[in-house]
């Protein structure tokens, strides 16, 4: 009973460990060329057989272009932010923070978007307005952007005529592995949206951490992960339970190798 209590644990706490969202794009894919960053699903519908696209989305095009889609009231724009190694040089940030780390690390506090600082002292920074100034840019339209593996990129939808301090969405995107016209894959986190989408229903919300709330889980396109949480609990507790009917099975064949060796004995 308390080896499947300490299963049920575990799975518990390996699935709160995944969150972000990660997801593969296909420029000859009638759904997946497409993703909603609101929901995380394809960024198409289709009606009677004829497409439409959902207003919050980007999609890879056969000449290996992203391009951002919008409404027609609203406004695009992105910033290529360099690699984490570009990233930790930049802005000097300690030794002891894992390259890997620090895109995750890239969030809002105290309505200032910040970056790790140090992982013993657990510090951050704000990065400078002038460095990202442009994502607040609401008058230029920039859709378009040949992605770069392992670039880290801010990309922001604005409402016209709304103050540019305001976000319809932004979005974080790091581009883990692109192939020129064919397969984009992106690890992505919602940072802001508009007070009419609540953060319940995105697929992948990072909550500011000065609420004292960490990130939520999302669902990772194509991956274990996008199943229901149940269904991934049960599938963890299924494997550590093999587990440990396996070592129970050795343990008792050991002890009966004994007790027959005593009895020649």
């Not at 409404?71 to 923070?97: A, C, F, H, M, P």
């Not at 953060?199 to 609420?211: H, K, L, N, R």
């Not at 199943?227 to 963890?236: L, M, N």
Request: aromatic share 10%; net charge neutral.
């Amino acid at each position: 009973m308390k080896l499947y209590l300490g299963a049920f644990l575990l799975a518990l706490i390996v699935l709160e460990v995944q969150s972000s969202c990660m997801t593969s794009l296909y420029a000859g894919d009638p759904l997946y060329h497409t993703l909603d960053f609101l929901d995380g699903s394809a960024g198409i519908n289709y009606d009677h057989y004829l497409p439409s696209y959902k207003a919050s989305n980007i999609a890879l095009d056969k000449s290996g272009l992203l391009n951002m889609k919008h409404g027609n009231d609203q406004t695009s724009i992105w910033l290529d932010l360099g690699t984490s190694e570009d990233l930790i040089k930049r802005y000097k940030i300690n030794w002891d923070v894992p390259q890997q780390s620090v895109y995750y690390g890239i969030h809002f506090k105290d309505d200032y978007l910040v970056l790790p600082k140090g992982l013993a002292d657990k510090t951050w920074q704000p990065f400078p307005l002038r460095d990202i100034e442009p994502i607040h840019n609401n008058q230029t339209d920039s859709r378009s952007f040949l992605p770069k593996a392992n670039h880290i990129y801010l990309l922001a939808i604005h409402d016209k005529g709304k103050v540019n301090t305001n976000f319809a969405l932004l979005v974080k995107v790091l581009v883990l592995e692109y192939i020129e016209g064919s397969r984009v894959t992106l690890r992505w986190d919602t940072l802001r949206a508009d007070q009419t989408t609540g953060a319940s229903t995105m697929a992948c919300w990072v909550s500011d951490s000065s609420s004292g709330a960490a990130p939520g889980p999302g669902p990772s396109d194509k991956t274990f992960y996008n199943a229901p949480k149940w269904v991934r609990a049960c599938i963890i507790i299924l494997f550590v339970a093999v587990g440990v009917l396996l070592v129970a099975v050795i343990a008792m064949g050991i002890r009966m190798s004994k007790r027959h060796d005593y009895r020649e004995i």
